[in-house]
């Protein structure tokens, strides 16, 4: 595709599956991918309840252009399953999601969450440590006080580097529901998390009380009409920030009018068009993530089908809408049958806002140039993608004669699906999470 030659192709670098083996074991499956900040960590979440970070290699003298690849830096164990014995309820350990902080000094510190627990987490490089103990022999036992009689100073030998993961503070049992949500306000002070029906704001420092800011919860439950399906801040506004419904409508907030935000500052909503109406169409306006742009000026939302791109001053309708694969509009009534209408898609920006990628089905993924209005269809696979190989655009077919590089809508897998996507803050580097396969793109170097 000569379009989009900018950003694309791709070169492949090999998949990291965070264990190699071919079967899809449930733990491993990659359940949110994050880059840090300035790009140079990777951070990936699994159903396991682990987080991998991976790390961009230096650039070598050599070859100053070759630098990108990602290596495992740390793993951890961040949550584990628990149980609630007063709801009789198994809590997952699966991650949900994972915010990076801006990096202040050496350390990395990383949000992540399950369904009821957000946990800080503090990741430090150790190559020094302390000998020569006055109370402890070499090993850590005590020494028998009559035997010490003279005072050492301990001092710091060289070791082989360790990259150590603490957690800092633990914000608990301020959950109801799932958590769906969390994000780090611009303040970098407070951060929030939202759940079905609440959105909470937590200060760093405070682990036991948040304040609820958002609350749809009827006074009885049989007349909830809608749920909350993701929540933002503001990238600039620390006051500022919006939140989506199952009912495909963005409500834009300020925490300077009142303390609860059950008012909403601004409402965005696409007007129905009743020729396109039917049984599914509650079901697939639903939106599974929200994105402010870098500049603040857009928000974009993902619905089942569609990608819209909203501007902030404009509430009536979206002013981009992207099609990601309108050829399963025939096809709703199985998906209805074997649960993927409820698939939850997630979107990202470019660093510079003018590109978009979402994922699909059959392990395809979606970009949508803002400015010149052409797309492109990739998969990430290991059949057809080899260390630096350029990767092909994908086309699928609504029936008719099928071209040979085609794929027919009736052959696609509908078990490989790309939900988790990340774009590298400043570069074209993107991550694809399929299953419990990491893939890492890079924009294609002379």
């Known amino acids: 595709m000569k379009c989009f030659s900018r950003y694309l192709p791709y070169i492949f670098r090999p998949p990291s599956s965070i264990l190699a083996s071919s079967c899809h074991a449930e733990a491993d499956i990659i359940s949110t991918v994050e880059f840090n ?28 252009h070759r630098r990108g690849e990602y290596n495992v830096y740390s793993t951890f164990q961040s949550h584990e399953p628990e149980f609630d014995y007063l709801k009789s309820l198994e809590i997952e350990e699966k991650i949900n999601k994972i915010r990076w902080l801006p990096q202040q000094n050496a350390a990395y510190f990383l949000l992540s969450t399950n369904d ?34 003279m005072l050492r100073v301990p001092v710091l030998r060289p070791m082989d580097l360790m990259v150590e993961a603490t957690p800092r503070r633990v914000f608990a049992n301020a959950h109801t529901y799932h958590i769906n949500s969390i994000s780090v306000n611009s303040d970098y002070e407070t951060y929030m998390s939202a759940d079905d029906l ?6 760093f420092e405070i682990t036991n009380q948040s304040f609820n800011i958002v609350d749809i919860k009827p006074a009885n439950m049989e007349e909830l009409t809608e749920v909350i399906t993701a929540a933002e801040f503001h990238p600039h506004h ?14 834009l907030c300020d925490m300077r009018t009142s303390a609860l935000c059950d008012r909403h500052a ?7 068009d009743p020729s396109n109406r039917s049984f599914f169409s509650e079901i697939i306006s639903s939106i599974s993530d929200v994105k402010f742009s870098h500049s603040g000026r857009y928000i974009m ?7 819209k791109v909203w501007d902030l001053n404009m509430e009536n309708r979206p002013i981009e809408t992207y099609q990601v694969h309108d050829y399963l509009r025939s096809k709703l009534c199985s998906l209805y049958e074997n649960d993927c209408i409820f698939d939850k898609f997630e979107c990202v920006w470019n660093g510079s806002d003018s590109v978009i990628m979402t994922g699909s ?9 803002r400015n010149t209005k052409r797309d492109v269809t990739l998969e990430a696979s290991r059949e057809n993608s080899k260390p630096r190989a350029i990767l092909k655009p994908r086309k699928v077919c609504v029936g008719g004669k099928r071209r040979k590089d085609e794929i027919s809508v009736d052959s696609l897998d509908f078990s490989k699906k790309i939900l988790h996507t990340a774009w590298h803050p400043s570069e074209n580097i993107i991550a694809v999470a399929a299953t419990n396969n990491l893939y890492i793109f890079q924009d294609k170097v002379n």
């Not at 939302?301 to 990608?307: A, F, M, P, Q």
Request: with cysteine; charged share 35%; hydrophobic share 30%.
């Open 301 to 307: 939302t993902r619905d089942y089908l569609t990608v």
């Open 198 to 203: 609440r959105i909470n704001l937590w200060n």
């Open 37 to 64: 900040h300035t790009g140079e960590l990777l951070a990936t979440g699994d159903k396991g309840g682990r987080v991998v970070i991976f790390q961009r290699e230096q650039e070598s003298k050599n070859q100053p």
């Open 266 to 272: 601004k409402f965005f909503e696409e007007p129905e």
């Open 361 to 369: 089905y059959n392990n395809f993924f979606r970009m949508f140039d």
């Open 116 to 149: 009821k627990t957000v946990k800080l987490w503090k990741v430090s490089e150790r190559d020094k440590r302390p000998e020569g103990y006055n109370l402890k022999d070499e090993d850590g036992r005590l020494r028998d006080p009559s035997m010490i009689t």
């Open 238 to 251: 620390c006051n500022t920030f919006v939140y989506s419904s199952s009912k495909g409508t963005i409500r």
